[in-house]
T-cell receptor
């Protein structure tokens, strides 16, 4: 049961580019959405947390949730080589703290 | 900045042996979780724990697994009789109100 889908990439962009990372999900009960960054053989690092539909901005990162189309996005402005990592999206339903993850998109930012 | 810590970073064990993976969640957090990630696959939920009891568990979390908060700081995952397919990265996470979950660095479990 593929509840959260992500294009695995790899995605390569030049330094300074705007990066768009996307996920689709199938579970209508999802209310909470998160983006994590994971470096190789490390733990997921929380980047963005959003509730229901809408946008949230934090520095160079913007998260968007469109519940009507079950589509979530992460935009990275002025990408840096240090942004090179795998980006994981995750969702959870109201009253449940069980995160369901996508497989991740591997991003490389080339200097 | 407070963070989740996990020990050991790498555990090698023989099939059939018991292992205990240890975690120290962020100090004022109340919700605790274990996830695992088999190499090249998704991060998968195992169990959530609140108020000294399991609140949710996945199908993966069968009778071979157990969790415990033996004192005010540690949170442990025990696998009673390890199988080859238990080889994975195991991540502990914690949250203050069940929302944003903060992950530890993981324990790499290798079952031979």
């Amino acid at each position: 049961q593929k509840e959260v889908e992500q294009d695995p990439g790899p995605l390569s962009v030049p330094e300074g580019a705007i990066v768009s990372l996307n996920c689709t999900y199938s579970n209508s009960a999802f209310q909470y959405f998160m983006w994590y960054r994971q470096y190789s053989r490390k733990g997921p690092e929380l980047l963005m947390y959003t509730y229901s539909s809408g946008n949230k901005e934090d520095g160079r990162f913007t998260a968007q949730v469109d519940k009507s189309s079950k589509y979530i996005s992460l935009f990275i402005r002025d990408s840096q080589p240090s942004d090179s990592a795998t980006y994981l999206c995750a969702g959870a339903g109201a009253g449940s703290y069980q995160l369901t993850f996508g497989k991740g998109t591997k991003l490389s930012v080339i200097p | 900045e407070p963070e989740v810590t996990q020990t050991p970073s790498h555990q090698v064990t023989q099939m059939g042996q018991e292992v205990i993976l240890r975690c120290v969640p962020i100090s004022n957090h109340l919700y605790f979780y274990w996830y695992r990630q088999i190499l090249g696959q998704k991060v998968e939920f195992l169990v959530s724990f609140y108020n000294n009891e399991i609140s949710e568990k996945s199908e993966i979390f069968d009778d071979q697994f157990s969790v415990e908060r033996p004192d005010g700081s540690n949170f442990t995952l025990k696998i009673r009789s390890t199988k080859l397919e238990d080889s994975a990265m195991y991540f502990c996470a914690s949250s203050s109100q069940g929302g944003e979950q903060f992950f530890g660095p993981g324990t790499r479990l290798t079952v031979l």
